[in-house]
């Protein structure tokens, strides 16, 4: 496939039937992710994307299909030489042990251990604290933070692992607006910076505007994939996720904006 040629983490049809099961849960899903570009992977609940996440990152072995990173089987690679490739953020992310965030930001530099660019761990963990926004949050326990709090510190832990490939699974999912934000518009300029990037959105108008490409799971099967406005068309949103919308020019940027449909007599007007 064309399309994927300088992928340089790549998933080509790949399926998956879990354990002791009989249904695919991904059936011949396709997913390159390039250098320079924030990729986002949209899709109803239950449509395989975690899975296919866990596919890319190597969590997840498929029953059929492979996954190239640089080229060579994944299935090759050494835990260790991952770690220092590609940072993953799962959707879920429990510490239930009472770690501070300093700590659990720290362990994002194991990879690093006993090679010259652990001279950068302060720094790294610094700047991750800084751009997600949590300084004054080092010293708590991550068992007594907000939600929000610790899907911001799980980032850190993500981002101080420096890698130029990241996978984020819904990292925005917990967060207020600003943060929500701030978290994709450090996904745009990490990938600016040369990473790339994957990431997990519900939030399709969030896909719009920060996203370069976008992959559309429906029911294991990707079923668009390619510039956000050509694949988040009104009529494929209302097919994949049963939601009549409306998808229509913000007046300032021009980019799509998409709305559940509401009739003006569903809600009398309060004013
Ligand atoms: P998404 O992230 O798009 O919401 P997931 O990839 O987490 O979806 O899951 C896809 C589907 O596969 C869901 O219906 C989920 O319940 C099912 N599933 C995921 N993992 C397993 C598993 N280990 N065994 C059986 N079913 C699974
Ligand atoms: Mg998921």
């Given at each position: 496939?064309?399309?994927?040629?300088?992928?340089?983490?790549?998933?080509?049809?790949?399926?998956?039937?879990?354990?002791?099961?009989?249904?695919?849960?991904?059936?011949?899903?396709?997913?390159?992710?390039?250098?320079?570009?924030?990729?986002?992977?949209?899709?109803?609940?239950?449509?395989?994307?975690?899975?296919?996440?866990g596919v890319i990152a190597g969590d997840v072995?498929?029953?059929?299909?492979?996954?190239?990173?640089?080229?060579?089987?994944?299935?090759e690679f050494r835990p260790r030489d991952l770690a220092r490739r590609?940072?993953?953020?799962?959707?879920?992310?429990?510490?239930?042990?009472?770690?501070?965030?300093?700590?659990?930001?720290?362990?994002?530099?194991?990879?690093?251990?006993?090679?010259?660019?652990?001279?950068?761990?302060?720094?790294a963990i610094?700047?991750?604290?800084e751009d997600t926004d949590i300084v004054d949050l080092a010293d708590r326990t991550v068992p007594s933070l907000s939600g929000g709090e610790r899907a911001r510190a799980a980032l850190a832990r993500v981002l101080a692992?420096?890698?130029?490939?990241?996978?984020?699974?819904?990292?925005?999912?917990?967060l207020d607006l600003r943060h929500q934000e701030d978290v994709l518009a450090l996904a745009v300029r990490r990938a600016r910076e040369g990473a790339a990037v994957a990431v997990v959105l519900h939030d399709l108008n969030s896909a719009m505007a920060h996203a370069d490409r976008v992959t559309l799971l429906s029911r294991g099967r990707v079923v668009a994939a390619g510039i956000p406005a050509e694949v988040l068309?009104?009529?494929?949103?209302?097919?994949?996720?049963?939601?009549?919308?409306?998808?229509?020019?913000?007046?300032?940027?021009g980019v799509?904006?998409?709305?559940?449909?509401?009739?003006?007599?569903?809600?009398?007007?309060p004013w």
């Open positions: 496939m064309s399309g994927l040629r300088d992928a340089v983490l790549e998933a080509r049809d790949v399926t998956v039937v879990p354990d002791g099961g009989r249904r695919e849960i991904l059936s011949g899903a396709s997913l390159g992710i390039r250098a320079g570009e924030v990729h986002a992977l949209v899709g109803p609940n239950g449509a395989g994307k975690s899975t296919l996440f072995v498929p029953s059929a299909g492979s996954v190239h990173l640089d080229g060579v089987l994944l299935a590609r940072a993953v953020l799962l959707q879920q992310n429990a510490v239930s042990f009472p770690f501070t965030v300093a700590q659990v930001v720290a362990m994002g530099r194991a990879p690093w251990a006993r090679t010259p660019l652990a001279d950068d761990d302060e720094a610094a700047a991750a604290l692992q420096r890698t130029d490939i990241l996978l984020l699974d819904e990292p925005t999912a917990a068309t009104a009529e494929r949103i209302e097919e994949v996720y049963g939601q009549a919308v409306d998808v229509f020019p913000h007046p300032a940027t799509p904006v998409v709305t559940p449909r509401r009739r003006a007599s569903d809600r009398p007007a």
